[in-house]
């Protein structure tokens, strides 16, 4: 259960590069994801950043697709045909370039049929925009206005904290809202990867610098999921993502506090073929340690005498 709404299972896909377009959704919809997340919206559509964009690497991901996608109205067509046609949670992500854009987008949304919506305020791949979860002000300001006419219930897609000071800064402006539930964490923003043959980066845009996803981000996203889950006092859930593949990367992720994760870089690189796999085996090892259910480990993290 997020937010009041059922889930079949606490694993479903990330907002990502393979959730644009219709047939990509269906895709999901036709897999074990026991949700639909969506790509994050924007209000006109976009072609995104300059290719090459994405690249698989030997342990993750790099991208820096700079939020291609359809433009609000098309996703909120599709999430009527998604809901009609699969019986699981639709989840709109929303991307606004301004509060302007955000508040248009996140109206029209109310109309729809979506169950819930993540809300995505800061892309580390816009070119020429910050990532605005290191924004205390900024998210402040976001949230207050995106409160005030959001009527689904909602929650934050954050960027991943480094310093325990700044969990307690942006924990403390998102509990003064509904906020319902936060997503920790998108890729770590600006990373560069080289080829060291040919001198140059794997991806174009800015000068190669692209969001860091998979198997590198793990320990940083466990350590996000953990901090928030602590602080929030298990009052607003925790959505973990970052470098699952596998049923024991889910374990770790509900036995650090996350109240469901979502797969991101494993299903661009696996297919949904993925969402099986994870689920059969998290259900083996919970088997073996006799656990019925998540919530008989969930947050229960031991701690080392
Ligand atoms: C992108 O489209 O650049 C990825 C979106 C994100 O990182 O939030």
Known sequence: MIAGVNFNTCIFNTSGPADVTLQELEVVGRSKSSAIT????????????????????????????GLPNLGYKAYIKFSKILKKKYKKPVI????????????????????????????????????????????????????????????????????????????????????????????????????????????????????????IGGRYIKFTALANVRKFYELFHDKIQVIGVGGIYSGIDVFEFILAGASAVQIGTAFLQKGPRIFDNVQNELKKFMEKKKYYNIQDFRGKLKYLN
């Open 92 to 211: 709109a992500s929303i991307s606004g370039m301004t509060l302007k854009d955000n508040l248009v987008i996140f109206k029209a949304f109310n109309d729809s049929p979506v169950d819930l919506i993540e809300f995505n305020p800061g892309s580390p791949n816009t070119i020429g925009k910050p990532i605005v979860g290191y924004d205390v002000d900024a998210m402040d300001k976001l949230l207050d206005a995106v409160s005030k006419v959001c009527k689904k219930p909602f929650g934050v897609k954050l960027p991943a904290y480094l310093d325990l000071v700044h969990f307690e800064k942006i924990a403390n402006v998102i509990k003064k809202y509904p906020v319902k539930f936060v997503t920790c964490i998108n890729s770590i923003g600006n990373g560069l990867v080289i080829d060291p043959n040919k001198e140059k980066p794997l991806i174009k845009p800015k000068g190669g610098l692209g969001g």
């Open 38 to 65: 969506m790509k994050s919206c924007t209000l006109k559509p976009r072609e995104g950043n300059p290719e090459p964009r994405y690249a698989d690497l030997e342990f993750g991901s790099i991208n820096s697709m």
